[in-house]
Nanobody
Framework: QVQLVESGGGLVQAGGSLRLSCVVS????????MGWYRQAPGKEREFVAA????????YYADSVKGRFTISRDKAKNTVYLQMNSLKPEDTAVYYC?????????????WGQGTQVTVSS
């Protein structure tokens, strides 16, 4: 069983920055595509960013392109989301996601979430 633990959320003013971290347990980190999702109050969970197993490819929602950067550190079993130029509409609970794994049947895991609040 893989566990994901997010950290780095908090309260920040519009225009500010935060860096989220997600530590993945175990030794199979490099076999998962990692992603960040968010859910604002009263809204559905939405995709924010993803990074391939090797880290060579990244994907972003249009709403965060140019402001957010996803990266991964294999040595630390950690995926990051650097968030710059934050806007009040970025306020949400941010969730880390791991998709894939070493087995023939892909697995999908979620972290517990970390709150990001952007004040205007």
């Amino acid at each position: 069983q893989v566990q994901l633990v997010e950290s780095g959320g908090g309260l920040v003013q519009a225009g500010g920055s935060l860096r989220l971290s997600c530590v993945v347990s175990g030794r199979t980190f490099s076999t998962y595509t990692m992603g960040w999702y968010r859910q604002a109050p009263g809204k559905e969970r939405e995709f924010v960013a993803a990074i391939s197993r090797s880290g060579g490819s990244t994907y972003y929602a249009d709403s965060v392109k140019g402001r957010f950067t996803i990266s991964r550190d294999k040595a630390k079993n950690t995926v990051y989301l650097q968030m710059n130029s934050l806007k009040p509409e970025d306020t949400a609970v941010y969730y880390c996601n791991a998709d894939g794994g070493p087995l023939a049947t892909p697995r999908n895991y979620w972290g517990q979430g970390t709150q990001v609040t952007v004040s205007s």
